[in-house]
């Protein structure tokens, strides 16, 4: 079946590189993570659950 061929040359070349697919979730990752961290922020100071900085006051 060749249209499964360029599918199958990818997944040999990933195949191959091992590193390379542990360096690109590895970056997936971060990138998730920060996104996650943003959206959780965002969460958080809608609900009114972030907490004041040290020295001021809770309002």
Do not use: C, F, K, N
């Not at 070349?13 to 996104?35: F, K, N, T």
């Amino acid at each position: 079946m060749a249209e499964l061929q360029p599918m199958q040359q990818r997944r040999r070349q990933y195949e191959d590189q091992p590193r390379l697919v542990h360096d690109i979730l590895h970056h997936g990752s971060e990138l998730a993570r920060a996104r996650a961290e943003e959206t959780m922020e965002q969460v958080r100071e809608a609900m009114h659950l972030v907490q004041p900085e040290y020295g001021e006051r809770a309002q």
